[in-house]
C-alpha cells in the first residue's frame, strides 16, 4: 500500500522544494497538499497532476485534522507561529491506530535560537552561544517561552508519543532557487538586496558581527526526504519525540561580511554608487529593512549533527555568497532598476 503524505506550505519557498524532491523521488507515495485557494492549486496541479488537493487556509482546522488522521506522515511546511493549525494536526494523529502511529514532520523557525540576542538587545554584536542537536538537544527543547517559534514547538513536543512521532526541523539561512510550483525566493538575503537597493546604500546592524549558520534549500530537502523514508521503517535510523529535533545548517558566517560582500556585487554592477557598509542603529535599520534587528542582526548558531550522524545527510553546497548576485540580479528587476533579457529582447523587437 502506498505512503499517505500530507504536506502544508507546498506553494511556499521550503515547501515547494521539497514537493520537488518528493515527486521525483517517490513518485509512488500517495501525496495530498493543502492549498489556500483555487488559483494555487491551479500551479499546483499543472506542476504536479498526481497530487490530491484540499483546500484551506491554516485555519480550516477541521480539514487539517481530517487528512493528519488519515496520514501516514505529515509534512507542516507552513507557517511555524500558527497554533491552530499546529493543534489541527496534532488531535488528527491523535485519532490514529496504537499499532500505526503517525510521524510528524514540523518546520521551525532559526531564530527561536536567537532569543538571548533579543533579550540582551545585543543586536549586531557576536554572542558565543552554540546550540547542537546532539548532546545538547535538550537545549533544543526547553527554551524560555518568550523565544520565537516556541509557541509551536511546544505544542509538536507535547503531542510525542508511542502513536503520534515528532521530528522537528529547525533551518537557519536558506539560499538558493527553489525548485517549487510558486515562490522560488529565500527570504533574509534577497530583503537585504531590496533594501540596499531601495536605500541607495548598504548597511548592517550594529557592528555586523554576529552569527547565523546556513544551508542551501535543495540540502534542506533531501533532510526533509531521509525523515520521511526513516518514518516508514518503522521511524528507524532517525530518533524522534525528545530527541526528535533537527538542526538543518552547513557552516557558519558573519551577517557583516555577507552584507558586504552583497554591496561589493551591487556596487561592480553599477546598482550602488559606493561599496561602503554603513553601520546602522536597529530602529535606523528597520526604517529600511522591516524586522531587520531579527533577520540581520541576531546570533542563531546551532550546528547540526544528528541528522548527519544518523541518517547519512550530507548537505554538499556550502558558499552563500554565491547566492549574492542572483540576489542583487532579482531584487534589481523587481524594482524595475534592470530588465530580464526577455524584458530587453522585447523592447529591442519593439
Not at 514547538?153 to 521530528?167: F, G
Not at 535606523?284 to 541576531?298: H, L, Q, R, V
Request: one cysteine or more; charged letters at 25%; a negative charge.
Amino acid at each position: 500500500m502506498a505512503a499517505k503524505v500530507f504536506l502544508t506550505g507546498t506553494t511556499g519557498y521550503i515547501g515547494g522544494d521539497f514537493l520537488y524532491l518528493v515527486s521525483e523521488k517517490h513518485p509512488d507515495w500517495d501525496i495530498t497538499c493543502l492549498v489556500r485557494n483555487s488559483d494555487k492549486g491551479a500551479t499546483v496541479a499543472a506542476a504536479y497532476p498526481k497530487v490530491r488537493l484540499v483546500y484551506g487556509d491554516l485555519d480550516a482546522v477541521e480539514t487539517i485534522e481530517e487528512e493528519a488522521a488519515n496520514a501516514d506522515i505529515v509534512y507542516h511546511f507552513a507557517n511555524c507561529d500558527h497554533e491552530p493549525s499546529a493543534n489541527a494536526i496534532a488531535k488528527g494523529l491523535a485519532r490514529r491506530p496504537s499499532d500505526k502511529p503517525g510521524y510528524w514532520i514540523h518546520t521551525s523557525g532559526t531564530l527561536i535560537l536567537a532569543w538571548e540576542t533579543i533579550e540582551l538587545a545585543e543586536f549586531g554584536n557576536r554572542l558565543d552561544k552554540v546550540f547542537d542537536d546532539w548532546e545538547n538537544v535538550k537545549e533544543l527543547t526547553s527554551h524560555p517561552d518568550h523565544a520565537p517559534h516556541r509557541n509551536v514547538d511546544k505544542i509538536v513536543l507535547a503531542a510525542s508519543s508511542d502513536k503520534v512521532k515528532t521530528a522537528i526541523v529547525c533551518p537557519p539561512t536558506i539560499w538558493g532557487v527553489g525548485r517549487g510550483p510558486d515562490n522560488t525566493r529565500s527570504v533574509q538575503i534577497y530583503n537585504a538586496a531590496k533594501a540596499f537597493l531601495k536605500r541607495g546604500k548598504a548597511f548592517k546592524v550594529g557592528k555586523g558581527e554576529n552569527i547565523w549558520h546556513q544551508i542551501h534549500v535543495a540540502d534542506l530537502s533531501e533532510l526533509y526526504l531521509l525523515l520521511g523514508e526513516a518514518a516508514l521503517n518503522k521511524g528507524n535510523p532517525a530518533t524522534w519525540n525528545a530527541e526528535g529535533y533537527y538542526l538543518a545548517e552547513n557552516g557558519p558566517f558573519v551577517w557583516g561580511d555577507v552584507l558586504q560582500e552583497m554591496a561589493n556585487v551591487a556596487h561592480k554592477k553599477g546598482l550602488l554608487q559606493d561599496s561602503t557598509l554603513e553601520s546602522l542603529p536597529p530602529r535606523d535599520a528597520e526604517a529600511f529593512f522591516p524586522n531587520a534587528s531579527f533577520a540581520i542582526g541576531t546570533n542563531s548558531r546551532g550546528i547540526s549533527i544528528r541528522g548527519k550522524k544518523l541518517l547519512g545527510w550530507k548537505p554538499v553546497k556550502r558558499e552563500l555568497v554565491e547566492e549574492l548576485p542572483e540576489a542583487v540580479d532579482s531584487e534589481a528587476r523587481l524594482l524595475g532598476l534592470t530588465h530580464g533579457h526577455a524584458a530587453e529582447a522585447a523592447g529591442e523587437a519593439a
